[in-house]
């Protein structure tokens, strides 16, 4: 995988049931200063494409997300008592 792809991964781009993960879009930098990025969908078609995971990065994988979704939750938490 190119390194804008991986930027361009979400949540929803991983299948944890098949064990996979769709490539169908990837984060690059525009403008003259070099520090502005913006999602975009791959050069060709043949970019857009599925890829297997091994289990022991799903296994991480869901472990972080779970990690995630807990410091979401308690950051919205938060923000509802200021």
Avoid: A, C, H
């Amino acid at each position: 995988m190119r390194v804008s792809e991986v930027y361009g991964l979400t949540w929803d781009n991983i299948d944890f049931r098949f064990n996979t993960l769709r490539v169908n879009k990837n984060v690059v930098k525009y403008g003259n200063n070099g520090k502005s990025y913006t999602v975009t969908s791959p050069k060709t078609l043949k970019s857009i494409r599925t890829l297997p995971v091994p289990i022991n990065l799903m296994k991480e994988l869901q472990e972080y997300k779970k990690k995630f979704l807990d410091l979401e939750n308690k950051n919205k938490e938060l923000r509802k008592k200021k």
